[in-house]
């Protein structure tokens, strides 16, 4: 199928993948595009299906072996651009090509990180909506998906957002971002913790984030003046009240527990607002 012109739909389409790499259909109905999934099945339709492919999609054929009750849609498509698109944005000036995300080579997306990715995704539509309407500007986000280096010549290849922490350790964020607020640029790294291993998520903010944070190995990566702070994100309600109680009670967080910051993925909105501290204070991101 050739296609001649864009509609606005469809091009509006190509941008939204261009600003967040992978996207579903309910995370398209969410940025506004359309609101009913039979109208961006049929905008997509052609992208999919022209002789030189504008989008193409990972495709999940089974559903989720859930550990609970609480997931049981069928996993939908992720789809992605291809090398067609990023031509038609940059020669119609739409975007510059830093600006454009997509996959390099032929793109892969685990199925034990459908969830993890999908709700970091959720987090960043959610960190741009809040921005617009609030008239504050991203300076970079970055996310562990995003490679940098190569593995066929140089053996090299790592996620952008690893921070090394000692010469033998380090961690990788699930994003960090820096933010201008009207007051002063913020550094975040935000960690994504979905399923129910609590234990997990406590060993990686204890080891691994606690210590970077008194190393000050993301300021100091980031060529930031200041301490950043740890935005914890959970898929269950349950999960995250278990993770604060038990931080409340270890005496290493004691001081630097204005540090870490805790929401549910239900409640990402307002983005920038009514976070939770170890106490369980309500708190703002900055």
């Not at 606005?8 to 995370?27: D, G």
């Not at 986000?141 to 790592?158: A, S, T, V």
Request: hydrophobic content about 40%.
């Amino acid at each position: 199928m050739k296609i001649e012109v864009l509609t606005e739909k469809q091009t509006n389409i190509l941008l939204a993948l261009a600003q967040y790499k992978f996207l579903t259909i309910s995370q398209f109905k969410t940025l506004g595009i359309d609101r009913h999934d039979s109208n961006l099945r049929k905008a997509l339709k052609p992208l999919l299906e022209s002789k030189t492919k504008f989008v193409d999609r990972i495709m999940f054929s089974m559903y989720p072996k859930s550990q609970d009750l609480m997931r049981k849609n069928k996993l939908e498509y992720v789809y992605y651009l291809k090398p067609r698109a990023k031509t038609i944005l940059l020669e119609n000036q739409l975007l510059s090509d830093q600006d454009i995300r997509m996959p390099i080579g032929k793109s892969t997306f685990a199925y034990k990180d459908y969830y993890h990715r999908k709700i970091t995704i959720n987090c960043h539509i959610a960190l741009c909506g809040a921005a617009k309407r609030e008239s504050f500007s991203i300076c970079f986000c970055e996310f562990y998906y995003d490679k940098i280096g190569n593995n066929r010549r140089d053996k090299n290849l790592r996620a952008k957002t690893r921070i090394n922490i000692s010469r033998s350790e380090y961690l990788i964020a699930d994003a960090v971002f820096m933010i201008q607020t009207p007051k002063q640029k913020e550094l975040y790294c935000l960690e994504v913790q979905n399923g129910k291993d609590t234990k997990l998520i406590v060993q990686k903010l204890k080891f691994q984030y606690l210590r970077a944070l008194n190393l000050g190995s993301p300021s100091e990566k980031y060529k930031f003046e200041r301490s950043n702070r740890v935005l914890v994100i959970f898929e269950f309600e349950s999960m995250m009240r278990a993770t604060m109680e038990r931080l409340k009670m270890d005496t290493a967080f004691k001081y630097m527990h204005r540090h870490f910051l805790f929401k549910t993925v239900d409640n990402l909105q307002p983005f920038f607002h009514n976070w939770k501290l170890i106490n369980d204070e309500s708190e703002m991101m900055f």
